[in-house]
Each structure stands twice: as C-alpha cells, then as structure tokens.
C-alpha cells in the first residue's frame, strides 16, 4: 500500500520549535518532489514549503521564511520540516505530499498547485498556544 505517513505535531508554546516528519511506505521518494500544506480552521489549505526531487531547490511562502526548513532524506525515506519561532498564526493541521515526475527534478510544483501531488499524508496538528 503507498501511503505517507505525518506525524510529530503537538501542543507548543509561542517561539517554540517542533520538526513534523512524513514518512512514505510502499515506494521511494527518491523521484518525488516533496511538500508540506497547512490548512486552520475556516480557512483555506496553504502551501507552505516544498522541495524537488533531486533537494537543491526548496520554496517557502512568505510567512514562514526564515523560521521553517524543509529537508528530504531519501536514505531515510522520510521528509522533514523544522518549524522554529512558532506563532499562533501557525496552528492548523499539516499535511505532507508528494508529486513524480521528471519535470520535478530542479523545481518542485508551485504551492499552488495541489493538483500536481500524486500522494497525501493524513496529517498532524500543531497547535502554537500558552
């Protein structure tokens, strides 16, 4: 069975740090660009970083540049995003996803692009709150 598997949300305090990580099971992620979406309560599913195949290219959106790193460990099978400086502005379900294909290599989809992801994590909440 292919799947992705998110996980190390949690409950954690502003300015805290936590490091999400999806790991895939029934194939490789060698070939896939890699990227992790966010969506609060009422409110629409975001981009937040991504990352290509071959891991020279990543992009994040604005509000988290500076404060999250994505990194993907194809030895591990498993990508990672570093959150640091959390703020409540950042507390919703997270989801990773991946996309194949060639056209991935050197740049992974736009964030925008959710049609581009062939595979989706079922997700991890973080909450930022004292």
């Known amino acids: 069975q292919l799947q992705l598997v998110d996980s190390g949300g949690g409950l954690v305090q502003p300015g805290g740090s936590l490091r999400l990580s999806c790991k895939a099971s029934?194939?490789?992620?060698?070939?896939?660009?890699l990227a992790w979406f966010r969506q609060a309560p009422g409110k629409e599913r975001e981009g937040v970083s991504s990352i290509s195949s071959r891991g020279g290219s990543t992009h994040y959106v604005d509000s988290v540049k500076g404060r999250f790193t994505i990194s993907k460990h194809n030895d591990e099978n498993t990508v990672y995003l570093q959150m640091n400086s959390l703020k409540p502005e950042d507390t919703a379900v997270y989801y990773c996803?991946?996309?194949?294909?060639?056209?991935?290599?050197?740049?992974?989809?736009?964030?925008?692009?959710?049609?581009?992801?062939?595979?989706w994590g079922q997700g991890t909440q973080v909450t930022v709150s004292s």
């Open positions: 996803a991946a996309a194949c294909g060639s056209s991935w290599y050197y740049q992974p989809p736009s964030l925008k692009n959710f049609a581009e992801y062939d595979y």
């Open positions: 029934g194939f490789s992620l060698d070939h896939y660009a």
